[in-house]
């Protein structure tokens, strides 16, 4: 994307501080001194420039595609098939980029034939061909789906930056849709304009989704995959040219012959051509990769990479008859690293047993120590782990929830029970939600997710617990699959009356799924913002919002949704958040930026004018009304905002709203309640009348309110 549109320098507004440094990728924030934002590199970053037009639309967000990922495509690129034949599955999506036609490729088929590396090797591709003598050529990035409604995606919002190579991966939601035909028929006539300013699109979709069969003109961009590249040749791939770890490519040797050691060829048989997927073969060449140099170390990445399921299929089977060991795993697995006795008591829970008060069956069986070492638990100074075996915990939860459905309810009551205040999984609750996000991701189950929503109410109420909570949802709503049903739930639960749960749906908007998504933190920032009271719920949500506008990036979005909600709609959100993004206390950067911009653009004056008319004809935000106006005075008498234009600003407001109680209170004052020389001096410069004017008559037909 560029680094510059309409909006001027939006890091430093012309009023503020010394004058812009030479270099001009170099900019400092007003208000921030000695904090530098350094854009240089970022090509396809958007730099907003204030002093123009805040109101544009702003595109859907990009971020770069990893180098991990790209490293890949470059080093390690595989075109054998599994099948014997060749995977031309990025060569074909090449060709049709390449071709004269729409630049657009849509790679097709179902999860698992690494579609996604197909793209961005044929994005690389162009991006090679079209490199020039000084080593530049086409930027990749990936586009965020951040569309206010996922079932109907706006594809006015795509961004459309002149020498870009862009990723958008909808194979997840693309089924959703309420209109693929037109959205399709939209993302090929954008692709036919981004072709003349020398950009690409490859779009990645399931199996069916994608509408090829309405016409000619969708079907001719799809490529349908065909067969998926050999796992073998991905994994020694990988081992030799990305972990540069080629000495270890014997242990993928499908030789039979055996050495003294006993490694080569040990890893060869866990791939297999018709089941394992490039993920599985590039998961097991990371193991193998970082494992220790030996035949214990092997074999631990081989039954990391088989994600123990032998061992724990075995264990199980041993302890068929021995509920109470089974019970003392499960209890280990969430509470790893806590005291024996501590996770002997937990599993004693889970059974719903007392403790033992008989002596003579205290003194019969093993030792607790036999005990937890019997399911591969490490016992050290009394204290009982499973951080040993990487993974092991967690192939044991999805063991157990898959083949032991009945168990659910009575586990997650029993998590409930150990993760309250003062119980021992309150301080591993961190860990606890880790391995349910992965459960939920393992087995795209929803009600994992609604297990961990449940918990923001068991009676801890303190910021770290819901900040825990809230950074669980960010991540599950990132995940594949299952996060377009988070972000759904997300929608659903910032409804939510409960003061705790909109609360954690507002931290979660100061995650990084408000970066990735921020028209989607927005929707959901409204509706906790429209809440009746102005409880913590709100606060946090206010706070979020300035966070989301304090970033350059997403400026233009916040300010256009933010003032559309106030002017439009009417929303008790939209009073709230004008107010919340107009007040200079927590970081004057967003006043001055709008401010700067209304001096040079008057629709930008006009919308602050219409946010104020909105915002003091709602005696439910008047308190806040008449505070943002004193923090107004302040920043006017400390230099921190332009000063006649926000006299003149107030002088307006003031004129048209006399009778309105918070503009009453902050011209003339309230009993009791002292107000310094900053609010004295404005109240000066506005020329207001000597005494307050008098009421207005009443034209309310119901006397007996008047």
Known sequence: ??????????????????????????????GTAGMEVDVRGNRHSRIIIAGGNVTEKDPLPVRDIPDSELGVVRKAWVTAGSDGGTV?????????????????????????????AAGIRALWEVAQAEQTEDGTGLVLAEIQPDWDKPEAPDTSLMPNEPGTGYLLDVAAEVRGWGRPGAVATA???????????????????DDHGWPEEESTALATPVVRVKSMPSPHRIATAHLEFVHLKPERLSWLNTSSSTTSTGMLGRAAHLLHKDTSTPADAARLATLLAQTENSLQGLDNAIAAFRQ????????????????????????????SGDKALTIEDAARRLLGRPAEQNV??????????????????????????????????????????????????????????????????????????????????????????????????NGN?????????????????????????????????????????????????????????PRQTLVRLRHILDRAERDAAVQVAEEALRALAADPQHLVLTWGMVIKWATEHGHLAGHRAFLSLLDPQHDPYVLQVLLDSAGQNPEVKQDLLRGWRAALTDARVSTQCRDLMIAWAYARAEGLVPYELITAILRQVVAEHMYD??????????????????????RKDLQLPIRPPAPRPSTDSRPWES
Request: aromatic content about 6%.
């Open 1 to 30: 994307m560029s680094e510059e549109n309409s909006l001027g320098d939006l890091s430093r507004p012309a009023h503020v501080g010394s004058p812009l440094p030479e270099n001009p990728r170099r900019f400092q924030r007003p």
């Open 88 to 116: 031309s599955t990025a060569a074909d999506a090449f060709g049709l980029l390449a071709s004269d036609g729409p630049a657009l490729a849509v790679i097709a088929g179902p999860v698992g034939y690494g579609k996604r």
């Open 187 to 205: 993302l090929v006539k954008l692709a036919e304009e981004l072709r003349k300013i020398g950009s690409y699109l490859v779009v990645i979709a």
């Open 308 to 335: 123990w399921r032998k061992a724990v299929v075995d264990l199980f089977t041993e302890t068929e008859q021995r509920p109470a060991d089974r019970a003392l795993l499960i209890a280990a697995l969430f509470l």
């Open 360 to 457: 003579e069956v205290i003194l019969t069986g093993p030792d607790l120590t036999a005990r937890l070492v019997d399911v591969h638990a490490k016992v050290t100074e009394r204290h009982a782990t499973l951080d040993h075996r990487p993974g092991y915990a967690q192939a044991v939860l999805n063991h157990l929830w898959r083949q032991r459905p009945d168990i659910h309810t009575h586990l997650l009551r029993w998590l409930d029970d150990i993760t309250a205040p003062g119980q021992p999984g309150a301080t591993r609750l961190a860990a606890i939600s880790d391995l349910l996000v992965e459960l939920a991701i393992a087995e795209n189950d929803i009600n994992v997710i609604e297990k961990i929503r449940s918990w923001i109410s």
């Open 461 to 517: 109420t303190s910021d770290e617990h819901l900040q825990l909570i809230a950074g669980v949802f960010a991540k599950a709503a990132e995940a594949d699959g299952l996060g377009a049903k988070v972000r759904a739930r997300l929608l659903d639960w910032s409804r939510d009356g409960a003061e705790s749960v909109a609360k954690v749906i507002a931290l979660v908007c100061q995650n990084e799924f408000a970066d990735h998504f």
């Open 661 to 682: 109680s918070p503009v009453t209170a902050f011209v003339f004052g309230e009993a009791g309640v002292p107000y310094d020389e900053p609010v004295i001096a404005l």
